[in-house]
């Protein structure tokens, strides 16, 4: 949703206000602003989750080690 506000709000009146963009919004560029947000928001959800399972899994195979060391 988020996405989308800030294409509708702050994008738009840029570009049109630049000219590289006709006056008005189209419901297809806020639909194609929705999917581009969930894409990106998925991938870096991803990526986060991705991040702390290795961490985890590092200090985890870390603990194991040093007290069989230890």
């Given at each position: 949703m988020e996405s989308i506000t800030v294409d509708l709000a702050v994008a738009r009146p840029t570009?049109?206000?630049?000219?590289?963009?006709?006056?008005?919004t189209h419901?297809?560029?806020?639909?194609?602003?929705g999917v581009y947000g969930a894409l990106l928001g998925g991938a870096l959800g991803g990526g986060g989750s991705a991040g702390r399972a290795?961490?985890?899994y590092a200090s985890w195979a870390?603990?194991?080690y040093t007290s069989r060391v230890g």
């Open positions: 570009a049109i206000a630049l000219g590289e963009q006709k006056a008005g419901l297809d560029e806020a639909r194609r602003a290795a961490r985890w870390n603990s194991r």
